[in-house]
């Protein structure tokens, strides 16, 4: 349940615009830096298959396609703090669907 009030607040702040609350957060580090409270977990498997409302979760991530997954697992090992992120929170990298950025600079990682 958790995770699907984080997807809603993430979805929230991605349709609100924040275009110069972006700019501002804007760094020039070569490496993301993110904190733990930044990365939303959504087991999509679980939510499709459950008696659930999934309209939250966009169809892109809840009918991947070759392309998208690929696009998300070249994301994690271009990513180095991301792929520590999702060791530590025991995540197998090869469950992963896709991966979107919130307008707060949190990723959502979307699982199958």
Same mark, same amino acid.
């Given at each position: 349940m958790r995770t699907v009030i984080k997807l809603a607040l993430a979805a #929230?702040? /991605? #349709?609100?615009?924040?275009?110069? &609350?972006?700019l501002a957060?804007?760094?020039? /580090?070569?490496?993301?830096?993110? /904190?733990d409270d930044m990365l939303t977990i959504v087991n999509v498997g679980d939510l499709t298959n459950a008696n659930t409302d999934t309209s /939250?979760?966009?169809?892109? &991530?809840?009918?991947p396609s070759p392309q998208?997954?690929? !696009? #998300?697992? #070249?994301?994690?090992? !271009?990513?180095?703090?991301?792929f520590a992120m999702l060791q530590a929170k025991n995540v197998i990298i090869e469950n992963v669907i896709g991966i979107q950025t919130a307008a707060n600079g949190g990723k959502i990682v &979307?699982?199958?």
């Open positions: #929230a702040f /991605s #349709a609100t615009s924040l275009g110069g &609350y972006a957060q804007t760094t020039g /580090s070569v490496t993301p830096m993110m /904190s /939250s979760i966009p169809a892109t &991530y809840r009918k998208t997954i690929a !696009n #998300a697992q #070249a994301e994690i090992q !271009n990513d180095p703090a991301l &979307y699982l199958k």
